[in-house]
């Protein structure tokens, strides 16, 4: 049995690197529709959610190289860290040693880098993959993906991202076979962080008999401050990967409607492809306005009319910083829409209807809507349909802090202008 290191070179504070064991494993036909939910941020570990066995698979082989006692390198030097680390790895050192002499590094600003040890090209031994952080002088931390595969004797050097290629912050967030190809794939999550949010790029590692190529199709850096998780297994045996933009911390952005993404194997393909993004329903009064909107342009009159109601009517949508004021400034437009689209129609009476409400709850901050609908109303009695909307458009113009300002939300959202007043469904 090999021993264990003896003596341990001391690592620079330049280099940061906490490393991990984890368990990587074959999907059970019983944990359909289970989810693994993977932390974004490098100080929390992966977690199951709650009352989800993990599932290991049987451990594969060491590699098998003479085992002996070297220093842990010293990776004093970014340009030597794959020459550093394969001669320890070659000399004997072990991969148990190494990860408990890194792991005890302090943290740079709270992120870990990571490391996993499992069978990455399925020749039935133990391979090595870390992430190393590389602390900048300007404070951005650069980081590095090394992949050491071994070939029966010897550890070779089979990936490796120059630290100095992005400024990000990689972790590695899962280690299992998601396209059920018997091969394990390593999922790569590249932190990237601006002013107000951070974002994450996903690469997806698996090995194609020759090299390690990313299956994962399409951009993921553009949702803010996101939730990676992992569902499945799916009766094929595969995973789906989701990311879901859960907001900018920014009070100029507005209130953000979170959004997920989520990839799926495409065997076709042989790739990890992206459905369209799922928006998550409303919490706030304005992206219920949002939906009715795509409801009515799209000639979806019943659920337009429903979600208008819901604007108008619902007290559990959040009305953002508004508050009171903005509820109310929404509901009368909401009510404006339900009219024009009644007009739209050439339901008159509807329409008429419709204003009296509006005339009955007027307030302050619905002075302005009221005063548009009722122009509109009329002109569209003496002129018709165009004549209207050109009305409507006039008054907005003359009256944007009525009309058109309570509707803009800050630039994480829609904005509305002055040929956004009148809808036209297809």
């Not at 989800?52 to 004093?76: H, K």
Request: proline content about 6%; charged content about 20%.
């Amino acid at each position: 049995m090999r021993t264990r290191l003896q003596s341990q070179r001391t690592i620079p504070n330049l280099l940061v690197l906490s490393l991990a064991l984890y368990g990587c494993g074959t999907a059970s036909p019983g944990r359909s529709g289970a989810a693994l939910v993977l932390p974004t941020g490098s100080d929390a570990e992966t977690s199951e959610t709650a009352g989800t066995p993990q599932i290991i698979d049987p451990a594969p082989e060491a590699c098998p190289i003479p085992p002996a006692s070297p220093n842990l390198p010293a990776l004093a030097d970014s340009r030597t860290w794959a020459s550093d680390l394969s001669g320890y790895l070659n000399q004997g050192g072990l991969l148990t040693a190494l990860i408990d002499g890194l792991r005890q590094r302090p943290l740079i600003q709270g992120f870990a880098s990571t490391g996993k040890i499992a069978d990455l090209d399925s020749n039935g031994y133990q391979d090595l993959a870390l992430t190393i952080l590389e602390d900048s002088t300007q404070g951005i931390a650069a980081g590095s993906l090394l992949i050491f595969l071994c070939q029966e004797d010897h550890f070779e050097l089979s990936y490796l991202s120059p630290p100095g290629e992005n400024q990000t912050l990689p972790e590695i967030a899962a280690v299992r076979d998601l396209n059920a190809d018997g091969v394990t794939d390593l999922l790569l999550s590249s932190h990237i962080c601006g002013a107000h949010s951070c974002f994450i790029e996903l690469q997806l590692f698996s090995w194609d008999r020759s090299r390690f190529a990313n299956i994962l199709d399409g951009r993921s850096d553009d949702l803010p401050n996101p939730t990676l998780t992992l569902e499945g297994p799916d009766p094929d045996g595969t995973w789906r990967i989701s990311l879901t933009g859960t907001g900018i911390s920014s009070a100029g952005a507005g209130p953000y409607r979170e959004r997920t993404r989520t990839w799926s194997w495409d065997a076709a393909a042989a790739t990890f492809i992206a459905a369209p993004d799922l928006l998550q329903p409303p919490r706030y009064r304005i992206h219920m306005l949002h939906d009715a909107d795509l409801a009515a342009a799209s000639g979806d009159m019943v659920s337009a009319s429903q979600d208008y109601a819901r604007v108008i009517e619902d007290g559990t949508l959040d009305d953002w910083i508004g508050g009171e004021s903005s509820r109310r400034s929404l509901a009368a437009f909401a009510a404006f829409r339900q009219m024009w689209l009644h007009l739209w129609q050439g339901e008159t009476r509807e329409a008429s209807a419709v204003l009296e409400f509006l005339q009955a709850s007027a307030t302050n901050d619905s002075a302005d809507v009221l005063e548009m609908a009722r122009i509109t109303f009329e002109t569209y009695q003496l002129e018709g349909i165009e004549a209207a909307c050109s009305a409507a458009q006039a008054f907005a113009a003359a009256h944007q802090q009525g009309v058109l300002e309570p509707l803009n939300f800050g630039y994480a959202n829609r904005s509305f202008n002055l040929p956004d007043i009148c809808l036209n469904p297809d």
